[in-house]
């Protein structure tokens, strides 16, 4: 899935129309059953995974039906329409619970027999919200490494062996790099990953404020990686770091040997390489080894009241949270927080390799910051910020804080707005 395009309401009066409109669907089903209205984002590879679960819970049982919906745009759809359940991001999780879009989901976890203990702690980090579960934790999914084995047979571990990695292609073929850094796309979680790796906490006061000298220099490092050592092309564009590893030297196109992307390309990736596809850490691009990304949560929409809906949806829960149904998400490439999930990956490493895989890496997984309005507090560093860090190859120290002041002005707004 998707978040760089995640949508946010800042203004009260469409906040007004949200809950008014959100949530309480008509559970009513012409073949008798009880509706349970299902609203994600889930629209690319891992799509198919949860849809096989949804069709799976439908089949299992004649009482309930789960009525799924997988949109780009989820949020602005489940504000505007009427939803029972929706995939909310940890990062939108205290913003959607203040809101008032989304309700406790405690009684519905305890009814479905699920406790807090059942999932890992980034899980449970999740999806709290000062102490109480808003959201049914459903995986963690952070900045993930694809490589081409063609072009390098081992995983880079660090950025000196990414740049040495780089300086060996570039000496081939001056197309080939060692990674891409995208313009714009999936930069929250770079933006997230520089702070993480250089021990920076991006929280002051409930807002972002990116103004730290030391940050600075972090994203300066991201600018030095493409002008100054060439281990990344420039100008990348839209999802640059996907595209770039997807793309051939041959075709004359810019072509990286290696992606730290989304798990949900994984089955874009595995198609298109087979067997040379190679599954890694995210490097440690800076200072100490640390991964970030963000994690998918499944909330009750405030305005769920029917008792035949609430039952419906706590045994929904319970059919998901069976192992062996879960297990379909983690095929997709997914990272489930329920442990008794966790147990079984690690049992067929094999056939779950992805999953597997970003297991390990969550042993060093921080959270983004949990602030209101997540997504637009970045909204500046990630529509302008990363774009001038990879198009400019003339910006300063300087011009980059003048820019940073701004993003922090910007966040500091939003924040205030709660």
């Known amino acids: 899935m998707n978040i760089k395009k995640l949508g946010v309401v800042a203004s009260t009066g469409l906040l007004v129309f949200s809950l008014a409109a959100c949530g309480g669907a008509d559970s009513s ?16 590879g891992d799509g198919a995974y949860m849809t096989k679960i949804v069709k799976g819970f439908n089949e299992s049982q004649d009482k309930y039906e789960v009525v799924q919906s997988q949109e780009k745009d989820h949020y602005t759809k489940y504000k505007s329409g009427n939803y029972d359940l929706v995939v909310i991001h940890e990062t939108n999780l205290k913003t959607y619970s203040k809101d008032q879009l989304i309700q406790d989901a405690g009684p519905f976890m305890k009814k479905a027999g699920l406790n807090k203990e059942d999932f ?9 919200v000062e102490d109480q579960m808003y959201g049914v934790p459903l995986d963690i ?10 072009l390098t047979k081992e995983a880079p571990k660090d950025y000196a062996e990414l740049k040495k990695l ?46 730290q000298e030391a940050y600075a220099d972090a994203l300066m490092q991201y600018h030095d990686m493409i002008f ?34 989304g798990p949900w390309y994984y089955q874009a990736v595995k198609e298109k390489y087979g067997d040379n596809l190679g599954i890694g850490a995210m490097p440690t691009l800076f200072k100490t080894a640390a991964t970030t990304g963000n994690a998918h949560t499944i909330s009750v929409a405030a305005a769920v009241k029917d008792d ?56 060093s997984y921080v959270a983004a910051p949990r602030v209101y309005q997540f997504d637009e507090q970045l909204r500046y560093m ?15 120290k300087e011009a980059l804080m003048s820019e ?8 500091k707004q939003i924040a205030g707005t709660q």
């Open 29 to 44: 089903s012409d073949n008798g059953k009880t509706q349970i209205k299902f609203i994600n984002g889930f629209t690319g």
């Open 308 to 363: 035949k809906v609430k039952d419906g949806i706590s045994e929904f829960l319970k059919y998901l949270y069976t192992p062996e149904n879960l297990a379909n998400w983690a095929e997709s490439g997914q990272a489930p927080s329920h442990l008794a999930t966790i147990d079984l990956i690690s049992k067929d490493a094999k056939k779950y390799e992805l999953a597997a895989k970003n297991q390990e890496q969550l042993k």
């Open 404 to 411: 940073l002041e701004k993003a922090t002005k910007a966040a």
């Open 120 to 128: 890992s702690e980034a899980g449970i980090q999740s999806g709290s």
């Open 166 to 211: 780089g300086e060996t292609l570039q000496a081939k073929d001056s197309n080939l790099y060692a990674f891409g850094l995208p313009s714009t796309g999936l930069t929250t979680f770079y933006f997230t990953a520089a702070a993480a790796q250089n021990g920076i906490n991006l929280e002051k006061d409930g807002y972002l404020d990116f103004t």
């Open 141 to 150: 999914h952070p900045l993930t490494m694809f490589y081409n084995k063609e």
């Open 382 to 396: 990630n529509e302008v910020v990363f774009t001038k860090l990879t198009n400019e190859p003339n910006l300063t």
């Open 228 to 261: 100054k050592d060439n281990a990344s092309p420039d100008k990348l564009g839209l999802d640059g770091e996907f595209q770039a590893f997807m793309k051939s030297a041959d075709e004359g196109a810019k072509q990286a040997a290696v992606t730290m992307t």
